[in-house]
């Protein structure tokens, strides 16, 4: 399963970081527009974007988001 990315700060960008915090704003907004963009590209058919979706990968991936977006006061 592919890693979400990274921000910046050297910790995954879905889901706490190895610290326990959260990621930033930016951050969030980032990870979101990956996401977006990795949904888009499946739809199309894309790989292997597509395989992400069908093995509910994605779908993870917006769990944590969700996840980081809730928590971002931590942060901040």
Not at 26 to 55: N, S, Y
Request: with cysteine; proline share 8%; net charge positive.
């Amino acid at each position: 399963m592919p890693v979400a990315g990274w921000c910046g700060s050297g910790t995954p960008s879905a889901g706490p970081s190895s610290r326990g915090r959260p990621p930033s704003a930016r951050c969030c907004r980032r990870q979101r527009a990956h996401a977006d963009l990795a949904h888009r590209l499946a739809e199309q058919g894309h790989e292997p974007q597509a395989t992400w979706a069908a093995d509910g990968f994605l779908a993870e991936l917006d769990r944590r988001i969700a996840w980081s977006e809730a928590h971002r006061h931590l942060v901040e």
